[in-house]
């Protein structure tokens, strides 16, 4: 398979990839980075999705099998930004999906998204605001499309134990374990036109997407 990941040296890419190996293609904005893509044995593509054009990104995802977008603006950057990468670029890479025929897109957003923001800052505000219309977007296209909104990231090993489902107390998860619910939710047709919260649980990643 022909894996397209949308923030390709984010800390979740990487550790997706490693896991694909030769399927994954990790989009990057920095040329410098396209060595630690590599690295893991994936294929690294330089596209700024802030910047690409429509057609730049259909040429990329022509031929794929599945798109996974884990991209964002990241910690210090300010509200418009939140705009431009965790809505903008979700919004392009879908729609280069939708029109290359790349039916299976996964998603990845974040607890809280779909409600108006609770405490936090502008950014916070303009973080949310800008995942929820992404997955807005995404819900109207014709792809077989899942959304996963996990908790709070960490870098702890990962344990395989999972709470995946509709809606889930507020909690963390090891990037480790998002990586390993992307892969097992790729593999799973009956997750597509699903939006799930993830944060550590108890249950096999395995046996808890195969009942979702």
Known sequence: MRIIIAGGHGKI???LAARLKSGAVGLVRNPA?????????AEAVVC??????AEEVARIVEGADAVVFA????????????????????VLLAEAAER???????QISSMGAGKPP?????????????????????????LAWTILRPGRLTDEPGTGLVRLAPEVPPGSVPRDDVAAVIMALLDNPGTVHRTLELVS?????I??????
């Open 100 to 106: 290359m025929g790349a039916r299976r897109f996964i």
């Open 201 to 205: 649980g108890d249950t096999p990643i």
């Open 207 to 212: 046996e808890l997407v195969a009942t979702e």
């Open 71 to 90: 991209a964002g603006a990241g910690p210090g950057s300010g509200a418009p930004r939140k705009d431009t990468v965790d809505r903008g670029a979700a």
């Open 13 to 15: 890419a990487l550790r």
């Open 48 to 53: 700024d999705l802030e910047k690409a054009s």
């Open 118 to 142: 609770a405490g936090g800052d502008e950014v916070w505000a303009a973080y949310i605001r800008a995942k929820t219309e992404a997955e807005d977007d995404l819900r109207r296209r014709d």
């Open 33 to 41: 980075h396209v060595a630690d893509v590599e690295a893991t044995g």
